[in-house]
């Protein structure tokens, strides 16, 4: 789940993420993985998800569906099995206020929409001479503007016995109205192609029941140890 709370920016979409590779004897694979995502103005999130969608699984794998929320607010988090009705509750800590928010250059969306990746501290951008970054201006993407980024990695050859170099390409578009990327895509000739993007779009408050545990859901507290140093 995200940790950082983004409050008055409300929203309810699809989240689809695409991969494309072709292997050295021009065979091609494809795969498609997608997601619900849900915020409201307090900033609590839900998202979704298909376990049948996810890359490498069966297309006949009888997977549960599985919901997470988020509630900042009650300072709690959900996870939702849809199949047996069951929940699993643990604690929500806020992150320290000295904590960056993520950078809007990331390269490929997490699972679940959010780009990975962490930010750049001012200065650190230079400190690569492999990576070059470029404003794209801004566009409406899915009936919101967004600001796009366009960044190349350079791996020079030999770095990795690599005979020639190697260029990693990730191209963003992040909405400040959003504060969230809504389309994403990053070429890697090792790997391929991803491709995120946030689809049906709707600026309008999700249902408050959203965020809450259905009543006929049986709710267990999660026993995580506390990471060390926090």
């Known amino acids: 789940m995200p940790g950082r709370v983004v409050k008055n920016a409300p929203y309810t979409a699809d989240l689809v993420t695409e991969t494309a590779q072709t292997l050295p004897d021009g065979n091609h694979i494809r795969q498609t ?54 929940a699993s509750k643990s604690n929500w800590t806020r992150p320290g ?11 490929t969306p997490a699972p679940g929409g959010g780009p990975a990746g962490g930010p750049r501290g001012p200065g650190r951008r230079n400190q690569n001479q492999n990576l070059k970054t470029e404003a794209l201006g801004r566009q409406t993407i899915e009936g919101v503007p967004a600001d796009g980024t366009r960044t190349t990695l350079t791996i020079p050859a030999g770095q990795i016995g690599n005979e020639q170099p190697i260029q990693i390409v990730t191209e963003s578009w992040y909405s400040p109205d959003l504060q969230a990327v809504v389309m994403s895509r990053r070429n890697d000739p090792r ?40």
């Open 33 to 86: 993985s997608t997601a619900r995502a849900y915020r409201d103005s307090e900033g609590r999130t839900r998202r979704e998800h298909s376990l049948n969608s996810l890359n490498g699984l069966a297309p006949n794998s009888q997977l549960p569906a599985v919901v997470f929320i988020n509630d900042p607010v009650a300072g709690v988090n959900y996870a939702l099995n849809a199949n047996d009705h069951t």
């Open 97 to 107: 206020r000295g904590n960056p928010a993520p950078a809007r250059t990331s390269a």
């Open 191 to 230: 790997t391929g192609e991803t491709v995120f993007r946030m689809t049906n779009v709707s600026r309008a408050e999700p249902p408050a029941a959203l965020f809450q545990v259905p009543a006929d859901y049986k709710v267990s507290e999660s026993t995580r140890p506390p990471r060390p140093g926090r």
